[in-house]
T-cell receptor, first 114, second 110 residues
Framework: EPEVTQTPSHQVTQMGQEVILRCVPI?????FYWYRQILGQKVEFLVS????????KSEIFDDQFSVERPDGSNFTLKIRSTKLEDSAMYFC????????????FGPGTRLTVT | GQSLEQPSEVTAVEGAIVQINCTYQ??????LSWYQQHDGGAPTFLSY??LDGLEETGRFSSFLSRSDSYGYLLLQELQMKDSASYFC???????????WGAGTKLIIKP
C-alpha cells in the first residue's frame, strides 16, 4: 500500500539554524500539507500546496517558513532560523484533492531546537 | 472562524462501547472528519460525514447532526489497541485547510 514517507525521523538543531524537513507524498496525490504538533497538543495546520504553489497558509506559517516541491516526488518544509518554540513533531500529508477531509499522513519528523 | 470542542479524556472498559463527542462552530460547514492517533504515531483517517446521520465502518461509526453543530464517534467492542487520541476536524477557510479539535484521549481499562 502506498504511503507518505518523511526524513529525517528526528532532527536536533541549534537555535538560529536552518532546517529542511523532507517528505515524499503518495505518488498520484496532488495536494500536499504540512502540520505541526507540539507534544500532547492539537494538530496545527501550517500550509497546503497544489500545482507548485501555496494554496493556503495559517498564521503560524510566517516568513521563516517556506515550502518547495524541488522535483516530481519530494516536498520540503524549510525553517530559516529556528526558535526554541519550533520544537515539535512535523507531519506531512497528501491527498488526491477531493476536499481536505481525508488525508494520508507520514510518520513525522521530531524537531528539537536547543 | 472555526472552533471545535471535544472532551480531553474518556475512559472505558475493554469490550464496551464508547462515544466521543465533538461540537463545532464554523463560518461555513462542509463536513466533519475523524482521525485516530496512537502515542508517537501519525494521525490516521477514520471517517468523514457530510450529511446528517450515522456512517458505519466496522466497529467504528460516526454521526453528524448539522442542525446541532454536533457529531460523535462511536467505538464498539473496545479493544486495548483502540487506546489512542481521537480528533475531529472541519474544513477551514478554504478547501485546502483542515482545522482540528484538541483531541480526546481514550483510555481503555481491562
Amino acid at each position: 500500500e502506498p504511503e507518505v514517507t518523511q526524513t529525517p525521523s528526528h532532527q536536533v538543531t541549534q537555535m538560529g539554524q536552518e532546517v529542511i524537513l523532507r517528505c515524499v507524498p503518495i505518488s498520484n496525490h496532488l495536494y500536499f500539507y504540512w502540520y505541526r504538533q507540539i507534544l500532547g497538543q492539537k494538530v496545527e495546520f501550517l500550509v497546503s500546496f497544489y500545482n507548485n504553489e501555496i494554496s493556503e497558509k495559517s498564521e503560524i506559517f510566517d516568513d521563516q517558513f517556506s515550502v518547495e516541491r524541488p522535483d516530481g516526488s519530494n516536498f520540503t518544509l524549510k525553517i530559516r532560523s529556528t526558535k526554541l518554540e519550533d520544537s515539535a513533531m512535523y507531519f506531512c500529508a497528501s491527498n488526491d484533492g477531493t476536499g481536505p477531509y481525508e488525508q494520508y499522513f507520514g510518520p513525522g519528523t521530531r524537531l528539537t531546537v536547543t | 472562524g472555526q472552533s471545535l470542542e471535544q472532551p480531553s479524556e474518556v475512559t472505558a472498559v475493554e469490550g464496551a462501547i464508547v462515544q466521543i463527542n465533538c461540537t463545532y462552530q464554523t463560518s461555513g460547514f462542509y463536513g466533519l472528519s475523524w482521525y485516530q492517533q496512537h502515542d508517537g504515531g501519525a494521525p490516521t483517517f477514520l471517517s468523514y460525514n457530510a450529511l446528517d446521520g450515522l456512517e458505519e465502518t466496522g466497529r467504528f461509526s460516526s454521526f453528524l447532526s448539522r442542525s446541532d453543530s454536533y457529531g460523535y464517534l462511536l467505538l464498539q467492542e473496545l479493544q486495548m489497541k483502540d487506546s489512542a487520541s481521537y480528533f475531529c476536524a472541519v474544513r477551514g477557510k478554504s478547501n485546502y485547510q483542515l482545522i482540528w479539535g484538541a483531541g480526546t484521549k481514550l483510555i481503555i481499562k481491562p
